[in-house]
Structures are given as structure tokens and as C-alpha cells.
């Protein structure tokens, strides 16, 4: 654990798991942004600060970007509870959906979870919604474009869903499929954000992919 500031609110970077979504450089996308608007930054390279009651409970911004890999009951249920009594939680991708394929609590927490991508990068559109074009995360970004992993996920019906992509029908699919791609969740008194577009660093070039990802983690902090 590493203390990068100090600032008003605090907000705690764990960041880990599979390397091959850059969670050391993509979250380090975010830390200045942060340490600008006034949070104190901390980094842990453990999951074990999910533990750690009094630590989170002084937290208002959890960032997360761990991909895959196991998490521990009480780990699960610390992080849980944090965020059922206030403290923010979010992410983008992998980071925060592919995360602890096995453990159903945290994927209730997240209100999705990863199941598939087609084969490499692709080339699609993000729409946003048009009854939350309002919503702060949002607000006056036009749909847009982006070439990258496409995400199939498996999402809660009480998340508040905020853009989406379109998969066409094909081999796999006798139908067109709209699907969630960003939105958001309330958990108790905490915030949840979540973003599927972020699997490379020069997926957040596109501005309004860095837009909304700024937006929301600021709205799911304290």
C-alpha cells in the first residue's frame, strides 16, 4: 500500500491480476485526474485491504482494476459491506467484471459480469440512452465509435444502464442483441460505476470514453 497525496476526499487504487489488462498503467490513466479534484490516493497491490474494515470505511472511492483471479469470502464481503455503507466503488472492463469468475456476491455488487467477447478488436458503436442522456455520467456526450474488445455480459435487471452496444445477428445469434455497456447501481447507501470499454490504454484516447469514465468515477465516490 502506497500513499500518492493528500486531498479531501480519499480514494484507494487496488489494481492487480492478469497483466494482460495493464492494471498498473491503465489505472495510472486516472491517479492524477484524481489527486486534481482533491482525493488523497492510495495504491494497494493487495486484495487484502478489502479486509480491512476501518480502512474502507474511510475510503469514498474505491478504483478497481483486477482482472480474474480469486478473492476470499471475507475480502468479498468486506468490499460488500464498505460499499453498502457508503464508500464508492468502480472500474472499467475487465477490471471490474472479469473479476472473481466464482464469486456470486461480488457479482451482485458489480450488477454484471463478463461472459464473452468475439475474436480480437472490433470496430462498433456506443449509443447512449436516450432516457439518461441527463444522467451526469453522460450528459451531452453523443454516441460513438471505438475499436476494441467487444463485451457479451451477464447484467443485473436493477442496474440504471446508461449506453449500450449492438451485436448483429450472426452464427451465434439468430437475433440482434442491444447490450448494457455502461452503467450504474446503487448498493445501500454506496455508488457502483462500471464501464466495459477499457481493455488497452489508447481505449481511453477516445474522448468520450475518458469523459464518462472521469464522470463516473466521481459520481460513484462518497
Given at each position: 500500500?502506497?500513499?500518492?497525496?493528500?486531498?479531501?476526499?480519499?480514494?484507494?487504487?487496488?489494481?492487480?491480476?492478469?497483466?494482460?489488462?495493464?492494471?498498473?498503467?491503465?489505472t495510472g490513466l486516472f491517479?492524477?485526474?484524481?489527486?486534481?479534484?482533491?482525493?488523497?490516493?492510495?495504491?494497494?497491490?493487495?486484495?487484502?485491504?478489502?479486509?480491512?474494515?476501518?480502512?474502507?470505511?474511510?475510503?469514498?472511492?474505491?478504483?478497481?482494476?483486477?482482472?480474474?483471479?480469486?478473492?476470499?469470502?471475507?475480502?468479498?464481503?468486506?468490499?460488500?459491506?464498505?460499499?453498502?455503507?457508503?464508500?464508492?466503488?468502480?472500474?472499467?472492463?475487465?477490471?471490474?467484471?472479469?473479476?472473481?469468475?466464482?464469486?456470486?456476491?461480488?457479482?451482485?455488487?458489480?450488477?454484471?459480469?463478463?461472459?464473452?467477447?468475439?475474436?480480437?478488436?472490433?470496430?462498433?458503436?456506443?449509443?447512449?440512452?436516450?432516457?439518461?442522456?441527463?444522467?451526469?455520467?453522460?450528459?451531452?456526450?453523443?454516441?460513438?465509435?471505438?475499436?476494441?474488445?467487444?463485451?457479451?455480459?451477464?447484467?443485473?435487471?436493477?442496474?440504471?444502464?446508461?449506453?449500450?452496444?449492438?451485436?448483429?445477428?450472426?452464427?451465434?445469434?439468430?437475433?440482434?442483441?442491444?447490450?448494457?455497456?455502461?452503467?450504474?447501481?446503487?448498493?445501500?447507501?454506496?455508488?457502483?460505476?462500471?464501464?466495459?470499454?477499457?481493455?488497452?490504454?489508447?481505449?481511453?484516447?477516445?474522448?468520450?470514453?475518458?469523459?464518462?469514465?472521469?464522470?463516473?468515477?466521481?459520481?460513484?465516490?462518497?
Open positions: 500500500m502506497t500513499s500518492e497525496t493528500s486531498g479531501t476526499r480519499k480514494a484507494l487504487v487496488v489494481r492487480g491480476g492478469w497483466e494482460g489488462h495493464q492494471p498498473v498503467r491503465t491517479i492524477s485526474f484524481l489527486r486534481d479534484r482533491g482525493f488523497a490516493i492510495d495504491v494497494s497491490d493487495s486484495l487484502d485491504v478489502y479486509a480491512d474494515a476501518e480502512r474502507l470505511a474511510a475510503t469514498d472511492l474505491v478504483v478497481q482494476c483486477w482482472s480474474m483471479g480469486e478473492i476470499t469470502r471475507e475480502q468479498s464481503e468486506g468490499i460488500a459491506a464498505a460499499v453498502r455503507a457508503g464508500t464508492g466503488l468502480a472500474g472499467w472492463h475487465g477490471g471490474i467484471i472479469d473479476a472473481f469468475r466464482g464469486d456470486v456476491g461480488y457479482h451482485r455488487l458489480t450488477g454484471g459480469q463478463f461472459l464473452a467477447h468475439p475474436p480480437g478488436y472490433l470496430d462498433h458503436e456506443v449509443n447512449v440512452v436516450a432516457g439518461q442522456s441527463c444522467h451526469p455520467v453522460v450528459a451531452g456526450l453523443d454516441d460513438f465509435s471505438v475499436h476494441t474488445e467487444q463485451y457479451w455480459v451477464s447484467t443485473d435487471p436493477l442496474i440504471d444502464v446508461l449506453a449500450t452496444t449492438h451485436f448483429r445477428a450472426g452464427e451465434e445469434r439468430d437475433r440482434p442483441v442491444t447490450m448494457p455497456a455502461v452503467w450504474t447501481r446503487n448498493w445501500g447507501e454506496g455508488r457502483v460505476f462500471v464501464s466495459t470499454i477499457g481493455h488497452k490504454p489508447d481505449d481511453f484516447d477516445v474522448p468520450q470514453v475518458r469523459t464518462l469514465t472521469e464522470r463516473g468515477l466521481l459520481w460513484a465516490s462518497r
